[in-house]
T-cell receptor
Framework: SAVISQKPSRDICQRGTSLTIQCQVD?????MFWYRQQPGQSLTLIAT?????????ESGFVIDKFPISRPNLTFSTLTVSNMSPEDSSIYLC????????????FGSGTQLSVL | QKEVEQNSGPLSVPEGAIASLNCTYS??????FFWYRQYSGKSPELIMS????GDKEDGRFTAQLNKASQYVSLLIRDSQPSDSATYLC?????????????FGKGTKLSVIP
């Protein structure tokens, strides 16, 4: 399986600021996924990032709040913009394997706390 | 609205016992089913996948799928303290060239030495 490096591992941010999370994969992958895991909640897909095209956002997530870049087949960033305490969560990038990328492998995650 | 339901636990079992983790899903069209293990403070790790009705065994882990009952389970034999973690059930529906992987909230397992 791919090795996925994610940083920062954790951060404490002030309300109204933005944080960019980076995800680096050790092999070329078509699709990268960004998930959020709030305390006591299930993993929720934020968006799917394909190289060379706009990210596809899930219901409840918008590009202005969570802009994503995918400049090449091994790298992606997720920005959490204009943060509020409700954005405090773990953010995870992942890549899929299998015919439809159904088997997910996750980065180590970013623990975000917004004050 | 596709849903995946799990008992949040905690489920406590003594060391050496069989731990049984259960998951139900709402979408009859679901095709693929996964179990992830998540240690505290760590990211989820894929441990089992199952696509057909019946049992699939991998070491001490057995996944069981019953599509008619919309039920998937994970059995852990000879449970060890190192198995203590949260286990996430995930279900995927294939179709129309895309898919949506839906996770349950997870069951926290505690194996007591």
């Amino acid at each position: 399986s791919a090795v996925i490096s994610q940083k920062p591992s954790r951060d404490i941010c002030q309300r109204g600021t933005s944080l960019t999370i980076q995800c680096q994969v050790d092999s070329q992958v078509t699709m990268m996924f960004w998930y959020r895991q709030q305390p006591g909640q299930s993993l929720t897909l934020i968006a799917t990032a394909n190289q060379g095209s706009e990210a596809t956002y899930e219901s409840g997530f918008v590009i202005d709040k969570f802009p994503i870049s995918r400049p090449n087949l091994t790298f992606s960033t997720l920005t959490v913009s204009n943060m509020s305490p409700e954005d405090s969560s773990i953010y995870l990038c992942s890549v899929g394997e299998g015919p439809t990328n159904e088997k997910l492998f996750f980065g180590s995650g970013t623990q975000l706390s917004v004050l | 609205q596709k849903e995946v339901e799990q008992n949040s636990g905690p489920l406590s079992v003594p060391e050496g016992a069989i731990a049984s983790l259960n998951c139900t899903y709402s979408d009859r069209g679901s095709q693929s089913f996964f179990w992830y293990r998540q240690y505290s403070g760590k990211s989820p790790e894929l441990i089992m996948s199952i696509y057909s009705n019946g049992d699939k065994e991998d070491g001490r882990f057995t996944a069981q799928l019953n599509k008619a009952s919309q039920y998937v389970s994970l059995l852990i034999r000879d449970s060890q303290p190192s198995d203590s973690a949260t286990y996430l059930c995930a279900v995927i529906l294939l179709g129309a060239g895309s898919y949506q992987l839906t996770f349950g909230k997870g069951t926290k397992l505690s194996v007591i030495p």
